[in-house]
C-alpha cells in the first residue's frame, strides 16, 4: 500500500457495555477518496465503532487520530468539528419539523436565526451533489429515501468531509439504491472519505474500494475490493466457510390454502392502504410479497391474522380436504387456531409480538397460555421448553432464559419472534421482514427454517426488502404498489430489476 | 345585565396564576418534562412569597416598598428554583418516574404550604385562620396611575398589579423563543426526540434542567401573584385550590402555544368565575354545576384536537420519557 495519511485512524479501541465486549482493540484507517465498507455481522460491533467516531459513545481506551493528529471526541459537536458526520440507520430526525429546521438543529452559526438563508444554503448543496429534496417540507411528509437524503444533507451542511452511513440501503428501493451510490460517487470524487456499513454483499462490490471486516468485536482484516470476491468477504465476516446459495426446493404437492379475493382497506383516517387484493397462496410453497415499505404489506398480514377491518373483499382458508373456511370476518383467535400464524417484525423489532420486559418463557407463553386447560394458573413448562429449544435450535446468543427480551441484539429479538411463531406448528406462516436487520448468517438460518416449514407442507407468506433475497428464496411474488397487486411473478424467471419497477408503478410500464 | 366591565378585570386576575403556570408547564412540557408538580410549585412560589414578605412586614423599621416587592419575589423564585431543580435531580439525573415525581412534589408542595402557613399563623398568634400582608399586597396591586382616568379602558386594560403584565410578557417571550430562535429549536427538538437532538450536539440534561428551572420559576410567580394580587395578600391554607390543575389543563387546551395562553388563561379565569355572575338563586348545588366549566371546555378540546389528529398538535413526541444516551 503506498503511504497516504489516513483521515482518520483508529488505533487500539477498545468498548464493553457491562459485560459484552463489543470492541476489542480494533484498527481501522479511512482515506478521502475513497469508499470504505465496514462489514460484518450482527453484533459485530460495526454500528459501535463508527458511534465512537462520531461521538456517541465514548472508548475505554485506544487512540483516534483525524489527519494524523490525536483527536478526542466525547460529543457529537465535537465530531462535527472534526468534519465527521454519521447517519444513522434509524433516521435521528424530529418528525414535526421541517426538513430545514431538522439540518439547522443544533447548529452554532454566526448572526442571526436565518431559515429562509439556510433553506437557501440547503439548495445549493443538494444542486451541487444531486439531491432532491423540499427544504420547507415536514418530515413526516416524507418518504424513507427523502429522510434519507435529509440526514445525507445535514451532515454536509455541516461541513462534513468524513461520512459515515449505517446500512444506508436497508429500506431503499434498487433504483433509490442506485441514486444514493451515484451521490456517494460524486462525494468521493469531491475528495471525501465515505464509511458505509452493510450486510450486502453485491454493494459492496459495486461501490466500495475497501473492505474492512469485523467479527465479534475483533478486527479481522481488510482487503482491496478489486482483489476480492463475496465468498472470501463472507468467509471472513463469518469466521468459517458459508453457502451464499439459497436453497429453493420443489414445491411438493401444491394445494391452495389461502385464497384472498379483492381485499380492500382503508387506515383510521380514510386512505386506502389495501385496494383490491386477490392472490392465493398455496401449501408446501413461499409466498413472497415485495413493495416499498408502507407499500400496503402491513394491512395485507394484519388482514388475513384477522387484526384489521376489511372495507370489502374476502379471504378464504382452505384445510388439506379442501374444504373453504370464509375467515374474513372471524375474530383473530379463532384464525390462529385455524394454524394461521404471524410473525411480523417492526421497525422497532419489539412493537408487535413480544414484550421487551418479560422473559424468554413468558414470551413463548404469550402464544400458547390459552391451551391450558381450565386451570386458573399458568403452566411455565411448556413454554420454558419452547424457549430452551428456539435457543439452541436458533443459537439465540442470551446469556440465559430468564433475560427480558429487550436486553437481547436485534437479531436475537428476531430469532425469538420467529422461533416462537414456528414452534406453534402452523399451517400459515405470515413473516414480515423476519431478516431486518439480521447478519448473512442469522438471515441464513431464517431461510432454512422457512423452507423447512415449507417441506412440511406449510404455506409461507414472506413479506422482504431484499430483493436479492425474494427472488432467490420465493416460489411466487406479489408485487405491490401503493396497495395495489401490481403484478404476481414467478421467483425462479422474475428479474430485480423487473420487480423494482412493478414496486413503484402499477403493471411495471414507464410513464412519466 | 351582564357587567362585562366589572367581569373582564375579575376574569383577567383569576386567569394570570393560570397563565404563569401553563406558561412555565409549557416551557417545562417542551423539554420533554411531564412536570405534574406545578400545583405544588405553585403552593411553594406563593408561601415563599408570604414567608419572604412575612419576616421583611416584621423586621423592617420603616418600609421600603421596593423592597417590599423584591424580596417576597425573590423568595418565591428561590423556593420554586429548589422545586425545579428537586424535580430534575429526579427525573434527569436519577431518570425517575416522570408523573411519580411530579405527584410527590404536588403532594409535598402543598403539606409545605400549609406547614408554614400555620407556623406562621402561631407566631401571629391571630384569631382567624389567615395571615394578612396588606402592605406588601398594596405594592404588588399598585395599578397604573392613569388606569382611573381612562374610564372603562382603563379598567380593563390598565388595572392591574405589575405581575399581571409580567405574566403576560413571559407568555410573549416565551413564544417567541419557541417560535424563532436557535434556542427554541434545540428545546422543541430535545422534547420531540432527545436522540436526535443528542446527535445534532445539543446538550440534553443542561436544555431539560433549564426548561424545567425556568419553567417552575415562571409557575412559582404564579403562585406569588394569587397571593398578593389576587388575594389581597391573605394566606389562608389551601385556598388556592385546583389552579394548579387547571394551569396544567390550559397547557393542554392551548396546545402548547404560550401565546394563545394569554387569552385562554383569561378565558379560563372567566368560566372559573362565571357561576358568580350566573343567576342562580338560592340553589348552590346549581354554583357547583357551572364550576364545573373549565373542565369541560378542556375535555372539549381534548377530544377536537385528537380527532383532528394534526401531527403539530400532539403533545411533544417524548414527553414524560427520560433520556439516557447508551440507553439501547
Request: aromatic share 8%; with cysteine.
Amino acid at each position: 500500500m503506498e503511504q497516504r495519511t489516513a483521515a482518520v485512524s483508529m488505533r487500539n479501541i477498545t468498548k464493553s457495555f457491562g459485560t459484552i465486549l463489543a470492541n476489542n482493540k480494533v484498527n481501522l484507517d479511512i482515506f478521502r477518496g475513497e469508499i470504505l465498507a465496514l462489514l460484518g455481522e450482527n453484533g459485530s460491533g460495526k454500528t459501535t465503532l463508527m458511534n465512537m467516531l462520531s461521538g456517541i459513545y465514548y472508548p475505554d481506551s485506544g487512540e483516534i487520530y483525524i489527519d494524523g493528529k490525536a483527536a478526542d471526541i466525547s460529543s457529537p459537536r465535537e465530531a462535527f468539528q472534526h468534519g465527521i458526520g454519521m447517519i444513522h440507520q434509524h433516521f435521528k430526525l424530529v418528525d414535526v419539523m421541517t426538513a430545514t429546521e431538522n439540518i439547522v438543529l443544533g447548529l452554532k452559526e454566526e448572526g442571526r436565526f436565518d431559515l429562509k438563508n439556510a433553506s437557501k444554503r440547503i439548495r445549493e448543496i443538494c444542486d451541487t451533489y444531486g439531491f432532491e429534496i423540499d427544504p420547507d417540507k415536514k418530515i413526516y411528509d416524507m418518504s424513507v429515501s427523502e429522510k434519507q437524503t435529509v440526514e445525507i444533507v445535514k451532515v454536509l451542511y455541516r461541513g462534513a468531509d468524513i461520512l459515515i452511513l449505517d446500512e444506508p440501503t436497508a429500506v431503499l428501493t434498487p433504483q433509490e439504491t442506485d441514486k444514493l451510490f451515484a451521490i456517494l460517487r460524486n462525494m468521493r470524487g469531491d475528495n471525501k472519505a465515505i464509511v458505509i456499513i452493510t450486510h450486502k454483499m453485491h454493494e459492496v462490490e459495486a461501490l466500495s474500494d475497501r473492505v474492512a471486516v469485523l467479527r465479534k468485536g475483533e478486527y479481522i482484516g481488510e482487503l482491496f475490493t478489486k482483489d476480492t470476491n463475496s465468498q472470501e468477504m463472507t468467509n471472513m465476516m463469518v469466521g468459517h466457510a458459508v453457502s451464499l446459495n439459497i436453497d429453493r426446493p420443489e414445491p411438493v404437492n401444491p394445494k391452495v390454502r389461502l385464497q384472498v379475493k379483492g381485499l380492500t382497506v382503508r387506515s383510521e383516517d380514510g386512505i386506502l392502504k389495501l385496494d383490491d387484493v386477490s392472490f392465493e397462496a398455496r401449501s408446501g410453497e413461499i409466498l413472497g410479497i415485495a413493495g416499498i415499505s408502507g407499500s400496503g404489506q402491513k394491512e395485507l398480514l394484519e388482514a388475513i391474522a384477522g387484526l384489521q377491518k376489511l372495507e370489502s373483499g374476502s379471504i378464504n382458508y382452505v384445510d388439506d380436504d379442501g374444504k373453504a373456511t370464509d375467515i374474513t370476518s372471524e375474530d383473530p383467535v379463532h384464525i390462529r387456531n385455524l394454524g394461521v400464524t404471524l410473525s411480523f417484525v417492526p421497525e422497532d423489532r419489539l412493537g408487535m409480538g413480544l414484550i421487551g420486559n418479560m422473559d424468554l418463557p413468558n414470551n413463548m407463553m404469550l402464544r400458547t397460555y390459552r391451551t391450558g386447560g381450565h386451570s386458573p394458573f399458568t403452566n411455565l413448562a411448556g413454554p420454558r421448553k419452547t424457549a430452551a429449544k428456539v435457543v439452541s435450535d436458533l443459537d439465540v446468543a442470551t446469556p440465559g432464559l430468564s433475560t427480558p427480551v429487550r436486553r437481547l441484539s436485534g437479531g436475537n429479538v428476531q430469532k425469538v419472534l420467529v422461533g416462537r411463531e414456528i414452534a406453534s406448528a402452523p399451517t400459515i406462516l405470515l413473516t414480515a421482514y423476519a431478516v431486518r436487520g439480521l447478519d448473512i448468517n442469522a438471515s441464513y438460518v431464517i431461510y432454512h427454517l422457512l423452507n423447512e416449514q415449507k417441506a412440511r407442507g406449510v404455506s409461507v407468506i414472506y413479506v422482504g426488502e431484499d430483493l436479492d433475497v425474494l427472488v432467490e428464496l420465493c416460489d411466487r411474488i406479489v408485487v405491490l404498489c401503493g396497495g395495489r397487486v401490481s403484478g404476481i411473478v414467478d421467483g425462479r424467471t422474475a428479474d430485480k430489476r423487473q420487480i423494482g419497477l412493478l414496486m413503484t408503478r402499477i403493471g411495471g410500464e414507464e410513464h412519466e | 345585565m351582564f357587567d362585562l366591565v366589572s367581569f373582564i378585570p375579575r376574569a383577567v386576575a383569576q386567569g394570570i396564576p393560570l397563565l404563569f403556570g401553563s406558561t412555565g408547564e409549557t416551557i417545562t412540557e417542551k423539554s420533554g418534562n411531564l412536570n405534574l408538580g406545578i400545583p405544588g410549585v405553585m403552593y411553594v412560589g406563593a408561601i415563599c412569597g408570604v414567608i419572604g414578605a412575612f419576616l421583611y412586614e416584621q423586621n423592617a423599621t420603616n418600609f421600603v416598598p421596593l423592597l417590599g416587592v423584591l424580596i417576597p419575589t425573590a423568595a418565591a423564585l428561590v423556593g420554586s428554583l429548589l422545586m425545579g431543580l428537586l424535580y430534575c435531580f429526579l427525573t434527569v439525573t436519577l431518570r425517575a418516574n416522570q408523573n411519580v415525581t411530579g405527584l410527590a412534589l404536588t403532594t409535598f408542595g402543598v403539606g409545605f404550604g400549609n406547614f408554614f402557613g400555620g407556623s406562621l399563623m402561631k407566631l401571629t398568634g391571630s384569631e382567624v385562620p389567615s395571615i394578612a400582608l396588606t402592605s406588601t399586597s398594596n405594592c404588588f396591586r399598585t395599578a397604573l396611575p392613569f388606569a382611573d382616568k381612562l374610564g372603562w379602558v382603563g379598567t380593563v386594560f390598565f388595572s392591574y398589579g405589575f405581575l399581571a403584565y409580567v405574566a403576560i410578557i413571559l407568555a410573549v417571550i416565551a413564544s417567541f423563543v419557541l417560535k424563532r430562535t436557535r434556542t427554541g429549536l434545540s428545546l422543541r427538538a430535545v422534547g420531540e426526540n432527545p436522540a436526535t437532538a443528542d446527535a445534532a450536539g445539543i446538550n440534553i440534561t443542561r436544555y431539560k434542567y433549564m426548561a424545567t428551572c425556568l419553567g417552575c420559576m415562571t409557575a412559582g410567580l404564579g403562585g406569588l401573584y394569587y397571593v398578593m394580587d389576587y388575594a389581597n395578600g391573605v394566606w389562608s391554607n389551601d385556598a388556592f385550590g385546583d389552579r394548579g390543575w387547571l394551569a396544567i389543563a390550559l397547557v393542554i387546551f392551548t396546545i402548547w402555544r404560550p401565546a394563545v395562553g394569554i387569552f385562554a388563561s383569561m378565558l379560563f379565569g372567566g368560566l372559573y368565575i362565571l357561576y358568580l355572575y350566573i343567576p342562580s338563586g338560592m340553589n348552590l348545588s346549581v354554583k357547583e354545576i357551572y364550576k364545573m366549566f373549565p373542565y369541560i371546555v378542556t375535555i372539549i378540546v381534548l377530544i377536537l384536537s385528537s380527532m383532528r389528529n394534526k401531527k403539530e398538535n400532539q403533545p411533544p413526541a417524548s414527553l414524560g420519557l427520560p433520556y439516557f444516551r447508551e440507553d439501547r
